[in-house]
């Protein structure tokens, strides 16, 4: 039995495209969510880094005003602590600075853009950039197996797709015409 590849690997493509439609535009808004969500933990992690670098600064200052001038060893070791803890709340700032210049923030346009591509999932999957590899993983993600029988009348191939949830559909793909 031969059968031609281009016109399977077309119709084995829209039918997983076509089933995984749904789930591309869940996928965009669970995408946004995700990076959305991270960047919102990692600024409340810096703010609460923040509060504590200027509490340990506060308490700093008030042992250098406790301690005795006369003990220079001891006020030494204490105006250096206070410095070390002004050059981490120094730290800290930038960092959190850093992160908000950085934050992750979409246009409508962009936004509009991404949910578009998860309603068309072609032209992600056809995108120049989309691997062989990756596609292959998407496949072997959903589909348990492909059968190809051949059906006499008329003389085409006959696709049976076993997906992974126990679901089979049936394609049938036009033969290459001789000549």
């Known amino acids: 039995m031969t059968v031609g590849g281009l ?7 829209a039918a997983v495209l076509e089933a995984l439609q749904p789930a ?11 990076v959305e969500t991270a960047h919102d933990m990692q600024r409340q992690a810096l703010e ?22 006369d003990n220079r060893l001891v006020a030494g070791e ?32 962009q936004r509009h853009r991404l949910l578009t591509l998860g309603q068309d999932l072609t032209t992600v999957w056809d995108h120049p950039t989309a691997s062989a590899t990756l596609k292959k993983r998407i ?3 959903v ?3 492909i059968r190809i029988d051949t059906l006499q009348e008329p003389s085409e191939p006959m696709l049976q797709l076993h997906w992974q949830g126990g679901v089979h559909t049936e394609l049938r793909v036009a033969r290459n015409t001789v000549g």
């Open 143 to 145: 589909l348990h197996e």
């Open 7 to 13: 016109r399977v690997d077309q119709a084995v493509t």
């Open 48 to 69: 609460l880094a923040l509060e504590k670098a200027r509490y340990e600064v506060q308490r700093a200052r008030r042992q250098y005003d406790r301690v005795d001038p």
């Open 139 to 141: 496949l072997r993600t």
């Open 24 to 34: 591309g535009v869940q996928a965009a808004f669970t995408a946004l969510d995700r």
């Open 78 to 109: 204490v105006e250096r602590r206070w410095n070390d803890a002004l050059v981490h709340v120094v730290e800290v700032e930038t960092q959190l600075a850093t992160l908000a210049s950085r934050r992750l923030t979409l246009s409508d346009e």
